[in-house]
């Protein structure tokens, strides 16, 4: 009875205690049980950690595979730390760049049973993930990032969508940085956005207006001039048989032999002539009517294609402009040659979960000596710095020192005009030997993982649908900005499961349907 009643006991604890207490008892009863060689490992397992000052808005995570921690930065150093546990054997934590692309504070798992996930902050839309999780001292997870649910639950009103997250492979951290390639800001430009934005903006919506206005006139004319076809058809059949009516009269007075028969023909031949004649009057004149509507439709239509054509150069503008008041993000890859600009519009996917990217700048870069390793390097500007900016590297690929990196590669320069002015704080330049990972999509920033490590969590989960890429059609239904998607058809993205030696790229679009499930 004893017994009994000490289970009962401990059970209804358990349920008062919710899945945290329970992972504490389990805990408590676990480190009870430790061999004095299990007690030295577990001592060696990171700890829980807040830095003893003022913390700022996070700025970027470094995950440590090795170490099984992850770090959270603000503008002047670490802010939070904490241990974590990353994807077992076969189903690997992907080491690379990524960004906090989604957040669900009580999420429920749709591949594992429904398993609870509070706190999730999701990188990747295939199923990679942040979130609370039970920690046993080593990884173990099916390739998301569990940390300590009061930690996850502490740090979740925190962070905001694009926040930089970097999976290492090894301890990474950022060390402060200078180079001449990185952003200097020009604070006049800066000073000039909001109102340049409203001009443009309210530019493109009187271009929007204009080019709507066209087509519909154009439209108008199109439907006017829809008839004209028929009408002039049923004219030219008529002629055709008063034409024949009157080659048979024709045919009949040459034939006649009698008087009689003559003069029959004759009038016959009149009243078909007199016909004819008439057919052909209307026909020409409706010829002469329809012409001014043909001409009509030809230029309502060019009128329209003009219109557009400026509509889509204001909206363009509109957008710039708008967007210079947002961090930004450059990508450049040794793999493609090419370099990707991304910032968030902050607009909600229209399919649901996350925000749209703009992805309207993709280039080509010129790189010295491509066929030697660049490595990959997380340049971030972490803050203001006089005039200019103040930036930190994180390298968790050397492939090459970060500075000869940078030295490496020749960007165009009319990109850097048209970025570098505006650049803010939370900016970043991303250099690697990888292509952007087909994750990579409108509702993400730029996600890319290192193929030389293992990634089994990422390849086991299902590759999300074709990219969909936000047009320039309007901000908010009808404004400028983004208005509709259509699919990226970028033969340049890595496979969500490569298998490479160095210098050997693979690239495939996914078709798979989209999978909303991570672990």
């Given at each position: 009875m004893k017994n009994r009643l000490t289970t009962a006991q401990s059970t209804s604890a358990m349920r008062r205690w919710g899945p945290p207490g329970i992972v504490t008892l389990a805990a408590m009863v676990a480190f009870a049980v430790l061999t004095p060689a299990g007690a030295a490992k577990q001592a060696r397992q990171p700890v829980e950690a807040v830095a003893p000052r003022q913390a700022g808005e996070p700025i970027m995570a470094i995950v440590s595979i090795k170490s099984q921690q992850v770090t959270f930065y603000d503008a002047d150093g670490w802010i939070l730390r904490a241990p974590v546990s990353t994807g077992t054997t076969g189903r690997e934590t992907p080491a690379g760049v990524f960004a906090v692309i989604e957040k669900d504070k009580d999420h429920h798992s749709t591949m594992y049973d429904d398993a609870w996930m509070p706190n999730m902050q999701r990188i990747t839309w295939n199923g990679i993930a942040l979130h609370g999780g039970p920690l046993p001292g080593y990884a173990a997870s099916h390739g998301c990032v569990r940390m300590p649910f009061g930690f996850a639950e502490n740090l979740f009103d925190k962070t905001n969508i694009g926040m930089r997250v970097i999976i290492s492979p090894y301890d990474s951290v950022p060390t402060e940085f200078s180079h001449p390639s990185l952003f200097v800001p020009k604070p006049e430009a800066i000073a000039a956005v909001p109102s340049r934005a409203d001009k443009l903006s309210a530019e493109a919506d009187e271009a929007i207006r204009v080019a709507d206005e066209?087509?519909?006139?154009?439209?108008?004319?199109?439907?006017?001039?829809a008839s004209l076809p028929a009408a002039l058809r049923k004219l030219?059949?008529?002629?055709?048989?008063?034409?024949?009516?009157?080659?048979?009269?024709?045919?009949?007075?040459?034939?006649?032999?009698?008087?009689?028969?003559?003069?029959?023909?004759?009038?016959?031949?009149?009243?078909?002539?007199?016909?004819?004649?008439?057919?052909?009057?209307?026909?020409?004149?409706?010829k002469t009517a329809a012409q001014p509507k043909r001409d009509a439709v030809a230029a309502t239509k060019e009128a329209a294609k003009a219109a557009a054509a400026r509509k889509a150069d204001a909206v363009k503008a509109a957008t710039d402009a708008k967007l210079a008041g947002e961090p930004v993000s450059v990508y450049i890859s040794r793999a493609t040659q090419k370099l990707y600009v991304r910032r968030n519009t902050h607009k909600p996917a229209p399919d649901g979960g996350g925000e749209v990217f703009d992805t309207s700048i993709e280039v080509p870069v010129t790189i010295r000596n491509p066929e030697q390793p660049l490595g990959t390097h997380v340049f971030t500007a972490m803050a203001k710095s006089g005039t200019g900016l103040r930036w930190s590297v994180v390298t968790i690929e050397n492939g090459d020192e970060a500075r000869n990196a940078l030295d490496r590669i020749t960007i165009p320069q009319d990109v850097w005009d048209r970025i570098g002015p505006t650049a803010l704080p939370r900016s970043s330049i991303i250099i690697s030997d990888e292509p952007l990972s087909s994750e990579t999509n409108y509702r993400t920033e730029f996600v890319a993982v290192l193929s030389d490590q293992p990634q089994g969590g990422f390849i086991t989960r299902k590759p999300t649908a074709p990219a969909m890429i936000a047009s320039d059609d309007g901000w908010d239904n009808g404004g400028n900005g983004f208005g509709f998607f259509f699919q990226q058809r970028d033969p340049y993205v890595q496979p969500a499961n490569p298998r490479r030696q160095r210098g050997q790229y693979q690239y495939y679009q996914s078709t798979q349907p989209m999978q909303r499930s991570w672990w």
């Open positions: 066209a087509k519909k006139a154009a439209s108008a004319a199109a439907k006017e001039a030219e059949q008529q002629k055709a048989r008063a034409d024949a009516e009157l080659a048979f009269a024709d045919k009949t007075l040459a034939n006649a032999k009698t008087d009689q028969a003559r003069a029959k023909a004759e009038e016959l031949k009149q009243k078909a002539a007199a016909k004819a004649a008439d057919v052909a009057t209307q026909l020409d004149a409706a």
